[in-house]
């Protein structure tokens, strides 16, 4: 299910709407939440919806639209990155990322992040030293 936000004049108002697109018809009602995952980052659309106003088919496509309000949007482009880099990287079973595995390709980098490691284990340590 596909789903599209934008606006619609009826009767001289603009109200901000949603189509829903796919091979059913959908019955979207009071407060909704879509979420839609992409390989760089997450959407979230949270809406009202307030009435349903046109409904239709084309061939095996069924549409439905909707006047909504109260519309926030949120993209989260950390999770994706966060698993990307899980994926790429490798993750121990304490959940620690092991750079090591880059060794060869990104040697420089690795211990430029090693370094500063040891940096942050050192500040951590006399914080708690405080």
């Known amino acids: 299910m596909e789903y599209v936000f934008g606006t619609v004049r009826i009767g001289g108002v603009e109200y901000e709407n949603v189509k829903s697109v796919g091979d059913s018809h959908?019955?979207?009602n009071g407060f909704c939440h879509i979420e839609r995952h992409y390989t760089d980052n997450i959407i979230s659309d949270d809406f009202k919806v307030v009435e349903k106003y046109q409904t239709d088919t084309q061939g095996d496509i069924?549409?439905?639209w909707y006047i909504i309000e109260n519309?926030?949007?949120?993209e989260d482009k950390f999770t994706p990155a966060k698993e990307g880099?899980?994926?790429?990287i490798g993750e121990?079973?304490?959940g620690v990322f092991d750079i090591?595995?880059?060794?060869d390709?990104?040697?420089e980098c690795i211990e430029?992040?090693?370094?500063?490691?040891?940096?942050i284990e050192e500040r951590l340590s006399l914080l708690e030293e405080v």
């Open 100 to 103: 090591a595995s880059l060794a």
């Open 105 to 107: 390709e990104n040697s």
């Open 71 to 74: 519309h926030r949007r949120a």
């Open 26 to 28: 959908t019955d979207l």
């Open 85 to 88: 880099i899980k994926n790429g």
């Open 92 to 94: 121990n079973s304490d």
């Open 112 to 119: 430029e992040l090693a370094n500063m490691l040891e940096d």
């Open 62 to 64: 069924c549409l439905d």
